[in-house]
């Protein structure tokens, strides 16, 4: 299994700009999220997805979008990119049901900064 | 609402000496979910382990222990004999019933081992 996987692994962009962020992941998964690490600072949460279709806001959604149209595929999308957005973008998955969810599994990071 | 803190924020120890990183947590479920995660020079994210609210059971996994503690919100992180390997951003993290999918991360404790 390759895990999680997340392109590119590193990024410029000038203001304005948009791109997409890739995470496939393998594992059949149905819990996938996206995370911003800033430097010297944990995680926060932008967008998780409980399974295909399904997607909901976590703490710093503004300025992103996100679909889940398959199990293992789960974009991130930055709209009008802004300074403030350079951080390392990290994807991860777990399996949970109603009643438990297990440890995360982290891709390797996309490291963005805008110019 | 559910808050994880890691008040440490940088601890710097001799190789051979234990640590102990400090992790509290506040959340009004009875139900609940608690993680460690280590995150190397490298980069990446690395599940350490993973208690529910109702394992108070202590666990030992060779030169790691923790030590959950409901009755102070405390679930602390110890290295034995700690090893230069050994150095990284150590992270606590929460899940709740009430927040299904959201992981809750600390700031996170950076660990120095010196030869």
């Known amino acids: 299994n390759a895990g999680v996987t997340q392109t590119p692994k590193f990024r410029i962009l000038k203001i304005g700009q948009s791109m997409t962020l890739q995470c496939t992941q393998d594992?059949?998964?149905?819990?996938m999220y996206w995370y911003r690490q800033d430097p010297g600072m944990g995680l926060k949460l932008i967008y998780y997805?409980?399974?295909?279709?399904?997607?909901d806001k976590g703490e710093v959604p503004n300025g992103y979008n996100v679909s889940r149209s398959t199990t293992e595929d789960f974009p991130l999308r930055l709209e009008l990119a802004a300074p403030s957005q350079t951080s390392v973008y990290f994807c991860?998955?777990?399996?949970?049901?109603?009643?438990?969810?297990?440890?995360?599994?982290f891709g390797p990071g996309t490291r963005l900064t805008v110019l | 609402a559910q808050k994880v803190t890691q008040a440490q924020t940088e601890i710097s120890v001799v190789e051979k000496e234990d640590v102990t990183l400090d992790c509290v947590y506040e959340?009004?479920?009875?139900?609940?979910?608690l993680f460690w995660y280590k995150q190397p020079p490298s980069g990446e994210l690395v599940f350490l382990i993973r208690?529910?609210?109702?394992?108070?059971q202590n666990e030992i996994s060779g030169r790691y222990s923790w030590n959950f503690q409901k009755s102070t919100s405390s679930f602390n992180f110890t290295i034995t004999a700690s090893q230069v390997v050994d150095s990284a951003v150590y992270f606590c993290?929460?899940?709740?019933?009430?927040?299904?999918?959201?992981?809750?991360f600390g700031a996170g404790t950076q660990v120095v081992v010196t030869p």
């Open positions: 208690r529910n609210s109702f394992d108070e």
């Open positions: 997805s409980v399974g295909a279709g399904i997607t």
């Open positions: 959340t009004r479920d009875t139900t609940y979910y």
């Open positions: 594992m059949n998964h149905n819990y």
């Open positions: 991860a998955s777990s399996y949970g049901t109603s009643g438990s969810l297990n440890e995360q599994f």
């Open positions: 993290a929460l899940l709740t019933t009430d927040s299904w999918g959201k992981f809750q």
